[in-house]
């Protein structure tokens, strides 16, 4: 049995290893080096369309930058004939369109920024050309800080404020009155000059440009008064549409913040003065850039002078901060400075993009930068060091045309993948099958050898025995050929299964079919087996229901098929040494049943048991003498006679197979 299975063990292994090796070759193989074309093709495929939106990026980009250029340079034209048409248009914020900036003028190489055009005519230096009125302050003032003398100041400012009779000079003294009048405690005349400075007109300044009115302010909060009036004076000087100076920005930035904290104070509306934060903090924001931006201009132009002579440098707009500001020099008028105009490239940028045909789709979020690390696409050269910045994870419509290809590739290769698996699953099993089955058979040969011989030597030592004239008692020669008769039935059983299944297995078994009555035939099988039986102690009851009609049947093959099912019973009855042999009619079928109580059937082998040269691989099996045909031709002869045969089993409980017959035949 060691010899047996260490010679099939190998077989089998190797048996596998051609399998696996021919799956490889014959499915995997090919597949794998589907799967890489495939993916091969699909990476050149991406490659493409990646350059293809690349150059239509590029497209769209200079179509955007000619768009741009021609749109700033209207502007640029519009603010040009505004300021030929006006002259005090410069400190103003109101331009022609809504993306302008700021407009300054080009002096020279340094730029004039709004606020520093036409300031100068309201400040006070102007105050200081009346000597006789700035005399009379400057005494008064000796006599407020040298001499100590409040009362005689405050006369000398009264003096001051009654005598001229110019806005702004009279503003002034009277804001020095009020110091005075504080200082000398009188508090409500010193409010009273304040708050009607509070009133003057905004454009009277200093000569750091901040309205007088504003430092009333000042005065008139730090004494707790009048901030509805200041709220006023900072909305409207917020409103007033011109550029306020630094200087005066950031004197409405400290109010407002006083305002602010003041916030519980009655009188005070909290949210006006927080929007009025906001806006002077975003003026201011910009004014400081405006400020950098005056810095820088020197260099600014230089860039625009650096370029080629068939360039028209005035058609150069140079990006400049963070902002996306475009700076630009219009063409110089005679008699007049050139025009510096600054513009929000994004703001003009986004209707832009918005009506340029797809461009939405190939530059999502497209915007203007200077940032060499962004992603981009340059403007040209009326636009040096701008790009066009774009999401790179943009949904172009070429994206569309190429996932469909895409996909197209995937679901061919997955559909040819399938096809190939689902050969190869077909390929896999019917040469599993023929393996198992040339394995099958080459046990069935080992063991169909094994049962000849074991019968056949018994056999030849009787026969010779009893040539030799041993033994000498009469009883015992006729136990030695009884012996050698039931050898000869096992012998001829054994073959007449061989024989039937290779007829069977051709195609030429044919059953004679004759009237004969089942419970004949059933108690000739049991006569048959009957010396067996008794030789291995077993005790086989014999149950035969009365009302049995007869029935058409080869008379042979059925009592092969009782042979057999008894013989199985023998074999696998373990211990145990009963058997049961019950022939009865149960819905219109005559069914002849054999039970033992031996080793049973695992359930999930019991519908292989019926397949040729099968046989349970068990341990305990392979010690008993089979060759797996047994139960292959008790299916086929009962399938052969219209009926079928069933098994009901348990593991260590025994088993009962049962043959139906249809009694139809019988007619
Ligand atoms: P074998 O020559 O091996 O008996 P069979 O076709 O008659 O071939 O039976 C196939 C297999 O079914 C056997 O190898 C055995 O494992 C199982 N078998 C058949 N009859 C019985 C039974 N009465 N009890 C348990 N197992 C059985």
Not at 108 to 120: F, T, V
Not at 224 to 237: G, W
Not at 249 to 255: E, G, H, I, P, Q
């Amino acid at each position: 049995m060691a010899l047996k299975k260490s010679s099939t063990f190998p077989r089998r292994t190797r048996g596998r290893n051609k399998l696996v090796l021919l799956f490889l070759i014959a499915v995997v193989l090919p597949s794998s080096v589907l799967i890489v074309l495939t993916w091969h093709m699909i990476g050149q495929e991406q490659e493409l369309y990646q350059k293809r939106l690349a150059d239509e990026r590029r497209r769209m980009a200079k179509e955007i930058g000619q768009k741009l250029l021609v749109r700033l340079e209207e502007i640029k034209l519009r603010e040009v004939s505004a300021a030929a048409s006006s002259t005090t248009f410069l400190n103003t914020l109101r331009y022609t369109s809504r993306e302008v900036i700021l407009v300054g003028l080009a002096d020279g190489e340094r730029l004039l920024l709004p606020w520093e055009i036409n300031q100068a005519h309201h400040r006070l230096s102007h105050i200081s050309s009346d000597t006789a009125f700035t005399e009379k302050i400057r005494r008064a003032e000796e006599e407020e800080f040298i001499q100590g003398q409040l009362t005689r100041a405050n006369t000398l400012y009264l003096k001051c404020i009654e005598e001229t009779q110019q806005p702004d000079r009279q503003a002034y003294a009277r804001l020095l009155r009020a110091r005075v009048l504080s200082k000398l405690d009188q508090v409500d005349e010193s409010l009273t000059e304040y708050r009607k400075v509070l009133t003057v007109n905004s454009e009277i300044t200093d000569e750091h440009g901040v309205p007088l009115c504003l430092y009333a302010a000042g005065c008139l909060l730090e004494r707790n008064d009048s901030y509805e009036e200041v709220l006023q004076l900072i909305l409207s000087e917020l409103n007033a549409q011109r550029w306020l100076s630094p200087a005066e920005s950031y004197t409405v930035r400290d109010l407002v913040n006083v305002l602010i904290k003041l916030g519980s104070q009655p009188g005070v509306r909290q949210q006006v003065a927080e929007d009025c934060q906001q806006k002077i903090l975003e003026y201011i924001r910009r004014q400081e850039q405006a400020l950098a931006l005056q810095k820088d201009f020197q260099d600014l132009t230089l860039i625009a002078q650096k370029k080629g002579p068939e360039q028209e440098p005035d058609a150069t707009w140079i990006p400049y901060g963070e902002e996306s500001w475009l700076v630009s020099l219009a063409p110089a008028l005679p008699g007049r400075q050139r025009l510096a105009i600054v513009v929000q490239g994004d703001r003009i940028l986004d209707p832009i993009v918005a009506n340029t045909p797809d461009s939405k789709m190939i530059l999502a979020k497209a915007r203007l930068t200077t940032d060499a690390g962004l992603d981009g696409v340059s403007l040209g050269s009326s636009f040096p060091g701008l790009k066009l910045a774009y999401k790179v994870e943009d949904k172009a419509p070429l994206l569309g045309e190429w996932s469909l290809r895409r996909s197209f590739y995937l679901i061919a290769l997955f559909l040819v993948l399938c096809v190939t698996l689902f050969g190869a699953y077909f390929l896999w099993r019917d040469v599993g099958r023929e393996l198992q089955m040339a394995e099958m058979r080459s046990q069935f040969i080992a063991s169909v050898s094994h049962e000849l011989k074991t019968p056949l030597t018994a056999v030849r030592m009787f026969a010779e025995s009893l040539r030799l004239g041993r033994p000498a008692d009469s009883q015992a020669k006729a136990e030695y050929l009884d012996t050698i008769v039931n050898e000869s039935h096992r012998l001829t059983r054994l073959l007449n299964n061989v024989l039937d299944f290779s007829k069977i297995e051709r195609g030429e078994r044919t059953y004679r079919k004759e009237r004969t009555s089942l419970s004949e035939i059933v108690r000739a099988a049991a006569q048959a087996m009957q010396y067996p039986l008794t030789q291995q102690g077993f005790h086989l009851k014999v149950n035969v229901a009365d009302d049995l009609p007869d029935i058409q049947a080869d008379r042979d093959a059925i009592e092969q098929a009782i042979l057999n099912l008894l013989s199985n019973a023998m074999k696998y009855s373990g211990e145990s040494r009963q058997i049961d042999l019950r022939v009865q009619k149960s819905d219109g079928c005559a069914v002849i049943e054999v039970s033992d109580q031996g080793v049973g059937i695992d359930p999930a082998q019991q519908k292989q048991i019926f397949e040729r040269f099968y046989r349970v691989p068990s341990e305990e099996n392979r010690r008993i003498p089979g060759t797996g045909l047994g139960l292959a031709l008790v299916f086929h002869i009962a399938k052969a006679h219209g009926g079928h045969v069933e098994v009901r089993s348990l593991l260590g409980q025994g088993s009962t197979f049962s043959v139906y017959l249809p009694l139809e035949n019988e007619q």
